[in-house]
């Protein structure tokens, strides 16, 4: 009997949870102190994320017709947003700060600062800060400023009449963005502590000298967030890059979705500064301290405390399987090598590159780019390609949110130097990880062939924040699967129909196709009363047709772990229903971040599947994108990503957080065991 399938929970609520987990971080005891504090700091990044985009999308289909979004729903996710904002800047209040202070660590306000403080605060702002200040003074003529996404302004209520004789009281001062936000004070007149004081304090204490002949009644930091997605039509623009680089400009001054506010803002000006936004009062967040923590990021940066942090990993480089002293091309005639980033060395993949480059037989290299940063090793490995002469194809992905600009610029050298430059498809974003080189090879005087080598991800082109995720790179010559990805590049650039692949799962085509069918394989051998297990670990479950399948096959009698790090609407644990779907999310010091999926349908080495990708299993990464997963063939290679993706997350009882069937989420309580330390002590470098 197959039974109904339950509701699926807010994907927006999942995403707030998983920022609990994350502030949960904060509160550890095991967790150095400044890393507390960047885990703070990584809530409030997420939640701008989450406002500019989740949350503007759920006020945008609030106003369609017949949308199955309502007010109540918006309601509800603000309620919880404005809980763990609240909960936040207790923890920053009550926890953090204090810690700090015990370390001889202080930020302080202008009734903190003793006179030589005081003095060089003034020194400070006269010759660093006032000249960079322009207040307005509202009026007819000058109306309420322009007032960029997220970026900081105070606004003041002053007494008396202006210069004119006009009875304007209040203006706006923008806090420059090209000023630091934190400030740390010279060690002569610090105590013996390390001494902060924030931007805004030192504007703050000097906000009369910014209006001569009148008095500060009452002022408060604000902050706006805005709607941030690019609104571009690409079946209407005739160059999607030029259309982007003008919708950069744009971008910025979006539909307001979000304002903060200190706690100690008067009424007046928190209703005045809604007005001006359109917002309604509960767009309203009063916060108890600095009006955007991201930038507390500077403090921990500032901070001469190497025992405060985590102690500093160094990736090793995998000689076992790729030796320094081979090259790689070498060595991948050979078999597949497999890294595992970060505990491994991101290094090999720029060795790679790097050896593709300088080698003359080496004839082509395309690559995809979706995050690469504004600097880039890799980039400049590809303009140096070109200039080379050797024939370089980029698929760059103009669309890659909030890396659009850097993208555009990677774009624009690239094509300078004369390199084939393609933007993907129209409506769908290019987010595959790929990296193709085709190299001339044979003996002297004889026949020569072309052979391909390849590089595929579950993860960026970039070197920094491999240091940072967890991830899954294979270095292949397997003329099957880099077959296949000579195909999907020519279908990027061509438009083509490509030929059906042997290998590689390609969305949109068939990789939806190909998770539905692996989970009925699954299903079936559950009714037959054979072995039926699945263990997936992805960063978002949310598409409702894989859902779903999984509750069918859980329903059957297969085994289910999921390892879910963000949002996940798949509710486990309900009797008779998902009792055998187990959910669980890993918050450690690593972002997760590699995708894995692994099947097995009976006893036999033919009855199991794993399959890595750059694809979370959401409807937009399975439909609205280009993205590839491949199968692991190599049992030795499949055992190893079993032992180190799937095994040790699924026995974390340190950093792991199991998902109730209300979509709220426990901490695992154990030995203390941490996947993510037990990987880092395999590869410790000796």
């Not at 555009?408 to 690239?414: D, G, P, S, V």
């Amino acid at each position: 009997m197959t039974l109904m399938p339950p509701a699926l929970l807010n994907r927006e609520q999942a995403i707030l949870e998983f920022n609990a987990r994350v502030l949960a971080q904060a509160q550890r005891e095991d967790v150095p102190l400044l890393e507390r504090l960047r885990y703070v700091c990584i809530v409030s990044s997420n939640l701008d994320e989450f406002f500019e985009v989740r949350f503007a999308d759920m006020l945008d289909a609030a106003r369609e017709p017949g949308s199955v979004v309502s007010n109540r729903d918006i309601e509800r996710v603000a309620g919880e947003a404005h809980a763990l904002i609240d909960r936040q800047y207790d923890v920053f209040n009550e926890q953090i700060m204090p810690r700090l202070l015990e370390q001889g660590i202080v930020i302080h306000n202008h009734a903190d600062r003793d006179e030589a403080q005081r003095h060089w605060v003034s020194r400070f702002f006269e010759r660093e800060v006032k000249p960079l200040l322009v207040p307005v003074g509202l009026d007819p003529a000058h109306p309420f400023p322009q007032v960029a996404n997220k970026s900081l302004h105070f606004v003041v209520r002053l007494s008396g009449k202006d210069a004119f004789g006009r009875d304007n009281r209040i203006a706006i001062v923008k806090v420059p963005r090209v000023l630091p936000r934190v400030i740390k004070l010279p060690a002569q007149i610090s105590g013996g502590r390390q001494v902060f004081v924030l931007l805004t304090s030192v504007i703050r204490a000097h906000l009369e000298e910014l209006f001569p002949g009148r008095q500060v009644e009452s002022f408060s930091q604000f902050r706006v967030t805005r709607d941030s997605d690019l609104e571009v039509d690409e079946e209407e623009v005739a160059n999607l890059r030029h259309a982007l680089r003008s919708g950069l400009t744009t971008r910025h001054f979006g539909r307001a979705v979000r304002l903060e506010v200190v706690n100690s803002c008067p009424e007046e000006l928190s209703r005045f500064l809604l007005e001006q936004f359109q917002l309604p009062h509960a767009a309203l967040y009063r916060v108890n301290g600095p009006v955007n923590l991201v930038r507390l990021n500077e403090l921990i940066d500032l901070t001469d405390a190497p025992e405060l942090r985590f102690v500093p990993h160094e990736p090793l480089w995998p000689q076992a399987s790729l030796p320094r002293q081979k090259r790689c091309f070498e060595r991948l005639r050979k078999g597949d090598v497999l890294l595992h980033h970060p505990f491994e060395s991101f290094e090999p993949v720029v060795q790679f590159l790097r050896e593709a480059v300088e080698d003359p037989d080496v004839l082509a290299i395309k690559q995809t780019i979706y995050r690469t940063g504004s600097q880039s090793v890799l980039m400049d490995l590809l303009i140096e390609a070109a200039r080379r002469g050797k024939e370089v194809m980029a698929v760059v992905e103009l669309k890659a949110r909030f890396d659009e600009e850097a993208n555009i610029n990677w774009a624009e050298r690239l094509e300078a130097v004369g390199a084939q430059v393609v933007y993907g498809i129209v409506g769908l974003k290019t987010h595959a990880k790929m990296l193709l080189v085709t190299r001339r090879e044979g003996k002297p005087g004889g026949k020569h062939v072309l052979r391909r080598y390849a590089h595929l991800s579950t993860g960026n082109y970039n070197p920094k924040t491999a240091r940072l995720y967890t991830d899954i790179g294979c270095l292949t010559a397997d003329p099957d699967l880099t077959a296949d990805i000579d195909n999907v590049f020519r279908q990027l650039a061509s438009l083509g129909k490509a030929r059906p692949a042997k290998r590689l799962l390609l969305a949109p085509f068939h990789m939806h196709e190909r998770m539905v069918e692996c989970l009925a394989r699954v299903e079936q051998s559950a009714r037959e009363g054979r072995v039926a297990r699945v263990v997936l670990k992805v960063n978002a479950l949310t598409d409702a047709e894989l859902i779903h399948a999984l509750l069918r096959c859980g329903q059957a009698g297969a085994e289910i772990d999921l390892i879910v790090r963000g949002a996940c609407m798949l509710p486990p644990q309900l009797p008779g229903i998902s009792d055998r779907i187990r959910v669980r999310s890993v918050v450690g010091r690593f972002l997760e971040h590699s995708r894995v999926s692994y099947f097995r349908w009976g006893e036999g080495e033919e009855d199991e599947a794993l399959y890595l990708s750059s694809a979370d299993w959401m409807s937009r990464n399975m439909f609205r994108r280009i993205e590839v997963a491949w199968p692991v063939l190599d049992p030795k290679l499949r055992q190893r990503l079993i032992d180190e993706t799937l095994q040790p997350y699924l026995h974390d009882s340190l950093d792991a957080w199991e998902q109730l069937p209300d979509g709220h989420y426990r901490r695992i309580e154990g030995e203390g065991l941490s996947a993510q330390q037990a990987l880092m002590r395999r590869y410790a470098v000796e």
